[in-house]
């Protein structure tokens, strides 16, 4: 089993940071990609940014320049810093995961519980 737990949400102002992380552990025998998306109060989930075990990321457009996803491999860990937050960054960030079990050997995706974030204009 695998587990994803996150941590780091919270309320900022606008204009200011936080730092987002999600630990993975359980039966994982490698990661192949590890990523966040968020949810707005009435909208669907969106992807925000993921980063591959290969180092390639990939940020959804509204996010470019101010987001950066990164990851500390030995731990499998990925960090989301978010910078210039603006209210309408406002949502409840989840971490997903793909990754490759150690008991079943098989691919499986990951969700962690969530972190609410909340941006004041």
């Known amino acids: 089993q695998v587990q994803l737990v996150e941590s780091g949400g919270g309320l900022v102002q606008a204009g200011g940071s936080l730092r987002l992380s999600c630990a993975a552990s359980?039966?994982?025998?490698?990661?192949?990609?590890m990523g966040w998306y968020r949810q707005a109060s009435g909208k669907q989930r969106e992807l925000v940014a993921t980063?591959?075990?290969?180092?390639?990321?990939n940020y959804v457009e509204f996010v470019k320049g101010r987001f950066t996803i990164s990851r500390a491999n030995a731990k499998n860990t990925v960090y989301l810093q978010m910078n210039s937050l603006k209210p309408e960054d406002t949502a409840v960030y989840y971490c997903?995961?793909?990754?490759?079990?150690?008991?079943?050997?098989?691919?499986?995706?990951?969700w962690g519980q969530g972190t609410l974030v909340t941006v004041s204009s």
């Open positions: 997903n995961a793909a990754v490759l079990t150690s008991t079943t050997n098989r691919r499986v995706e990951v």
């Open positions: 980063l591959t075990s290969g180092g390639n990321t």
């Open positions: 359980g039966s994982i025998f490698s990661v192949y990609v």
